[in-house]
């Protein structure tokens, strides 16, 4: 586990809130691979997890693709999470909605709320249902993932 503060955590929090609008793909490096989730605002996200906590995860790389991202797994969940929460393992985040060039972004709170509505669903492939593919499923429309 990192050793980051509370308080780098939440300024990237109070950074995170003034900038990201609800709908948003939110990108965090975890170093060796990415996770992604989607900010509804106050503070939140939804995204595609291995656990019901949403904060959650494993040791190393390898251990997290085949657990989190599962070649095929039924521990994956879609929760909410507190943004200060997911940050547990690193502060590396930034708004990245990096398709709106190509793809036409729904709007902000049909996302969101497409994301509400799926909360609580279980499954996780790395090849066609991770973190990402979610993020822009809801945000375009299309699951994408590029990692």
Same mark, same amino acid.
């Given at each position: ?10 300024? $990237? $929090? ?8 609800? +709908? ?6 975890? +170093?060796?691979?990415?996770? #992604? ?11 595609? #997890? %291995? ?8 040791? !190393?790389? #390898?251990? !997290? ?7 095929? !797994?039924?521990? +994956? ?18 708004? %990245? ?22 909360? +609580? ?8 249902? %991770? ?10 429309? $299309? ?5």
């Amino acid at each position: 586990m990192c050793d980051i503060t509370d308080e780098e955590k939440q300024k $990237v $929090v109070e950074d995170i809130c003034e900038t990201a609008k609800p +709908g948003d793909m939110l990108e965090f490096d975890r +170093g060796q691979y990415n996770h #992604w989730a989607i900010y509804i605002g106050d503070g939140y996200v939804i995204h595609r #997890w %291995n656990n019901d906590s949403g904060t959650e995860q494993s040791t !190393s790389f #390898w251990e !997290s693709i085949m657990t989190n991202s599962g070649a095929q !797994s039924d521990n +994956g969940k879609i929760v909410k999470s507190k943004l200060f929460d997911v940050l547990k393992y690193g502060i590396k985040v930034r708004v %990245n909605n990096y398709l709106d060039s190509e793809r036409q972004p729904l709007d902000g709170q049909v996302i969101v709320e497409k994301a509400k509505r799926v909360i +609580g669903q279980k499954g996780y492939d790395l090849i066609c249902c %991770n973190c990402e593919h979610f993020a822009t499923e809801c945000r375009y429309g $299309v699951p994408i993932s590029r990692q």
